[in-house]
């Protein structure tokens, strides 16, 4: 039950009784208000979505509970049970639960809450390090250019607007299950905000192709994809799917790029070479610590996010 999806007057109301750090979702606001209400040689046991445990946007809640309140319990319940719930994907629906148990009191010597995501499978010694993955690495999300047919298309149809700025795109069904990259068959086509397409050939393409293209917020030039490509295009990365079974590592030549928020990891200067960054990343250590701290998702997959590989230890 999500703040931003609330009825105007109950977003009224609600600012005015909710501490801020309680404000994003409905859970956040009962976990703090059971907080407020323990006596001292209480505890409060939950079921919870696993969420506000792990994701960044609960951090000061954390922070807050932490406070007065450490972790007596805490531990997975199993999908089959009735608390689990599967994502519809479709508009308006319900997000997905994986449920948790937790037992909190006012003993701080456990356990502790702390703005630090907090892996509801139990800490593990490989987790403890002084240097993580974003200390040597560059780690970064993918643009995501809009539907194919705008500004990602076949190879045959970029081939018929020469005069684009054009790149190979990769995506995860350009992948192969031994983890190698096959010939891409699309190209991206890279614009300018301050410059219209000079070609009246690609300026047309995308114009006549606009209908397919999902509403977009704000003010940018209908010559624009939602997302601006960014990620430097002059050396060779590493691929990670965003949503796997496990860490996938694919090593990928310069001037190519990745899309729909796939991502893309790059040793820092001076730091150790691309072979040793995907040695790094497909051992053991790194496989268990993605399964303990990534989001799940269904059919045992795993959400990977630029967040948890910046914080992978090292």
Known sequence: LRFFNLPPLFKHLYTKRVPKHALADLQHAFLDRCRSLLTPDGEIGFVTADRWLMNSTAAELRENLGRDLGIAHLS?????????????RKQGSPPRIHPVEILLNHNLSGQRLTRAPICPDGEHSDDLSDSFLGDIASVRIAPWLGPLGLWVVPAAIANLYPEGDWIPAIDTDDLNPDNTLRPPTRMALRTFPDLMPG???????????????????GTRPWWMPPETITLPLDQPFLLIPRIARSLRVIEVPSGYLPINHNLSVVAAPG?????QLKELLTADRSQNFIKRH?????NGFYSITTTLLRRLPV
Do not use: N, V
């Not at 070609?199 to 917020?217: D, F, N, T, V, Y």
């Not at 990534?294 to 269904?298: I, K, N, Q, S, T």
């Open 271 to 275: 730091t150790m070479s691309l072979a």
């Open 294 to 298: 990534a989001p799940r998702l269904e």
């Open 199 to 217: 070609s009246p050939g690609l300026a047309w393409h995308l114009w006549k192709q606009r209908c397919i293209m999902p509403k977009r917020e």
């Open 76 to 88: 997975r319940l199993d999908p089959a049970t009735s608390f689990y719930r599967p994502k519809t």
